[in-house]
Every structure is written in structure tokens, then in C-alpha cells.
């Protein structure tokens, strides 16, 4: 039997590291990335001022007609009745005969 070769060392060389992202943008994109984060944050206090004024605040009482009040009619007094309607014939078909 034929005897193998072996194969020569090979020399192993030092793999750096690959980064695995870069962000690469000047003073025009941080000063941008600046305002939109100012913005948001501003956009977002508000949101909250507001939410907190809705929820944490009881409605204030519903308010009386002045006008009512003063030519004395109330709701409760002129009451009309709600009529039914009902309608003459039965509704047809246009377009199709039968």
C-alpha cells in the first residue's frame, strides 16, 4: 500500500473581529436625531398631561339651559309622543319583472 503524504502546517492567521453594524452620520444627523427625540419626547409629555387631566379629573356638572329656566318650560313638562310609521304597500322590485 501506497503510504499518504501528510500536508504541511498551515499557518493560522488572527481573524479580527467583524463589527456587526456601524453608524456612520455627522453633526447634521445628531443635530437632526436631536430634534426628532425633542420633538417626540415633547409630543408624548403632552399626551400625558392630557390623559392625566381626563382620567384623574371628574366631568364637571351638566350645565342648565339658561333659557328654559327663565321662560319656565322644563323637559319634563312638553313631552311629545314619538309616532310609529308604518309604511302604505309593500315595497316592489323596479327593473325586474316577475
Known amino acids: 500500500m501506497a503510504t499518504k503524504k ?3 502546517p498551515r499557518k493560522t492567521a488572527k481573524k479580527k473581529k467583524a463589527k456587526r453594524f456601524c ?6 444627523g445628531a443635530f437632526g436625531l436631536a430634534v426628532v427625540t425633542f420633538c417626540l419626547f415633547l409630543w408624548m ?8 387631566q381626563t382620567i384623574l ?10 333659557v328654559a329656566e327663565i321662560s319656565g318650560q322644563h323637559k319634563d313638562k312638553h313631552k311629545t309622543p314619538v309616532k310609529i310609521l308604518r ?3 309593500k ?3 323596479v327593473g325586474r319583472k316577475e
Open 23 to 28: 453608524l456612520q452620520f455627522g453633526w447634521t
Open 87 to 89: 309604511p302604505a304597500k
Open 6 to 8: 501528510k500536508a504541511a
Open 91 to 93: 315595497k316592489s322590485r
Open 45 to 52: 409629555f403632552l399626551l400625558g398631561i392630557w390623559a392625566g
Open 57 to 66: 379629573l371628574p366631568a364637571p356638572p351638566p350645565a342648565a339651559n339658561p
